[in-house]
C-alpha cells in the first residue's frame, strides 16, 4: 500500500449509445470535462492530493445510473490498492480555481459539503416527492440540501456508502420510476434524505466551494465575474444549453483564464 | 420608562419627493404593518414604526440611508427601552408562526446574507471600492440591509457610518446615480466588515427574498396536493424584493389575500 494521501475522484466517461434520455455522457457532450479533469490535476499538484478518474463503467449506465456507481469509490480505491485519507468526489462539469484552499483541512473530518442553490421548485418539488415515495413523509430542513456535484468524506463514511449502494439495490425500480416521472435528479435527493436519516454529522462550506447554477445568480458572464470571488466554479443549470454547447463554451473560456494566462 | 423589550423597527415613510404612482402605490406597507404587529404581540415584543426622519431632505439623504442615522435618537426621544432592535424594511412579511429570530441572534450583529443576485452585489462592491481605500471586501459575507438586528453595544458602527457618509456625501450621491446598485446596504457592509465585529448570519428561510428568482412562488405542482406556495410553506420572513417594485403591490396583496386569516386573533 502507498502512503495514505487526500484523494479527488471524479468521471470522465464517454458513451456512444444510452437509452437515457438526455444522458449527458452521451457522444461528444462530455468533450469539455477535460478542462475540469485539467484543472483539477493542477490542483491536487499543489495540495499534495492525488487524482483519480474513472474513465470506465462499474456497470452499465441503464442497470445503475453513472452518479449511484461513485459509492462503490472505497471498493475502487481498496480494489487498486490506494491508500487514502480524505475522498472528495467532483463532477466533471467544475473547474476549480488554482488558488482554492486546501478544502481538506476544513471538514473536521465530518461529511462535507456545499448548499444547493438554485432553483427551489425543483428541490422542494425533489424533497416532497422523494419523500412522499420513499421516505414515508419525513422531511428535513431545506436550506441543508446539499448539491451532490461535490461531496468529501473519508473511511468513516464506508458503511454509509454501503447502505446507498444498498438502498438503490432495495428501490432500484422505484427509483427509475420517480425519476422518470418527476425528473428530480438521480442520486442526490435520496443521498440527501439518507445523510439525515442514517445520522450522518456534516459540514456545510459556502456557496465559494460550489458554485451551481451561477446564470440565476447573474454571475455566468464574459468577465468571468464569479472567479473573483469564488473557488469552484460548477457548470450546471445554463439555460438553453443545446448539446452542452454552452458548458463546453464556458468551460474552455474559464479554463483558459486561469490556467493558460 | 416602558419595560425593556426587544423591538421590530418599520420605516414607513413615504418620500414627499416621488410620485406616488412610481411603486404602484403604497398600501403593502399595511399588510406589513399588520403582520409584524401580530408577530410582535405573539411574541412579546413591540412594533415600532420609523415615520419621522430627522433630515426633510429625503431624496439627498434616503430614508434607507437615515434610518441608520436616527434609530437611537429615535428611540429615546420616544422614550422606549430597548434591549435588542431589529429594523426591517417593510416590503416584508412574516409568516404568523415564524420563530423568535430575537432567541437566535447570542446579541451579536445579526443578518441575512445577500446572494441571490450575485452579479449585483459584484457590482455594487467593486463600485464602492475607491470609497473604501480599496478595501479587499469578502463577497461572501456580504449581506442584505432589509433586515438587521442589533443592539446598543453596536451604536459605535452607525456612528461610524454617519461619519462616512457625510465626509464623502458626494461621492455617495455621485455613486448611487453612477453604479446604482442601492444606497445604504454596501457602504454598511463595508463599514461593518472593515470593524471585524462578529456577524452572525441567520438562517436562509429568514431572509427569503427574491421570490421569483428562486423559483417560489408557486406550490408543488407535481404531487399536486397542497396549493400552498412554496415560499410560504418553507419561509419564515418573506421580502418582496428583487423584481419590478411596480408589482410588489399587486404581489403583496395577493399574498395577503392568502394568509390573512392566519393573522386574525
Known sequence: ?261 | MNPIKNIVVIPMVIPKDKKLDKFGGWEWMNHSKQAWQYWCDKNGHELVIYDKPSIEDTSKFRITVQRWFDIFNFLDEKSINYNQIAIIDASSIPKWDCPDFFNLTDNKFTVGRESDNLGWVYEAVEGYKDVFDNYEFDINKYFCSSFVIFNKSHKPIFDQFKEKYMKDLNQFLNLQKTVRRGTCQTPLNYIVQMSGIDVNYLPMPFRLSHLHRKDMLGPNWQLNEDPTPFFIKYGYIWFFSGFDKRSRDKIMEQTWDLVRHEYEK
Open chain 1, 1 to 261: 500500500m502507498k502512503s495514505k494521501k487526500n484523494i479527488v475522484f471524479m468521471f470522465n466517461i464517454k458513451i456512444s449509445n444510452s437509452k437515457l434520455e438526455g444522458d449527458r455522457w452521451l457522444g461528444n457532450r462530455s468533450d469539455p470535462y477535460t478542462y475540469s479533469v485539467k484543472s483539477w490535476q493542477k490542483w491536487c499538484d499543489i495540495n499534495d492530493a492525488e487524482l483519480f478518474v474513472i474513465d470506465e463503467l462499474l456497470l452499465p449506465n441503464e442497470d445503475m445510473a453513472i452518479p449511484w456507481q461513485k459509492f462503490y469509490i472505497f471498493d475502487i480505491l481498496e480494489a487498486n490498492e490506494i491508500s487514502y485519507d480524505q475522498i472528495m468526489y467532483v463532477d466533471a462539469d467544475t473547474i476549480v480555481h488554482p488558488d482554492c484552499p486546501n478544502v481538506f483541512e476544513m471538514t473536521e473530518g465530518k461529511y462535507t459539503f456545499v448548499h444547493n442553490e438554485g432553483s427551489y421548485d425543483w428541490i422542494l418539488r425533489s424533497m416532497e416527492n422523494y419523500s412522499k415515495y420513499f421516505f414515508n413523509g419525513y422531511m428535513f430542513d431545506w436550506w441543508h440540501y446539499y448539491n451532490a456535484g461535490l461531496e468529501i468524506y473519508n473511511g468513516k463514511h464506508k458503511d454509509f456508502a454501503k447502505k446507498v449502494i444498498q438502498f438503490y439495490n432495495d428501490n432500484k425500480e422505484n427509483l427509475m420510476k420517480v425519476e422518470r416521472a418527476f425528473h428530480g435528479g438521480t442520486v442526490q435527493t435520496p443521498v440527501n434524505f439518507l445523510i439525515h436519516l442514517e445520522n450522518i454529522d456534516y459540514k456545510l462550506l459556502p456557496y465559494e466551494y460550489n458554485m451551481a447554477d451561477m446564470n440565476r445568480k447573474e454571475i455566468l458572464r464574459e468577465d468571468l465575474a464569479f472567479t473573483k470571488f469564488g473557488w469552484i466554479y460548477h457548470f450546471s443549470g445554463i439555460p438553453n444549453n443545446t448539446n452542452n454547447t454552452l458548458t463546453n463554451y464556458w468551460m474552455k473560456k474559464t479554463y483558459e483564464a486561469l490556467y493558460e494566462k
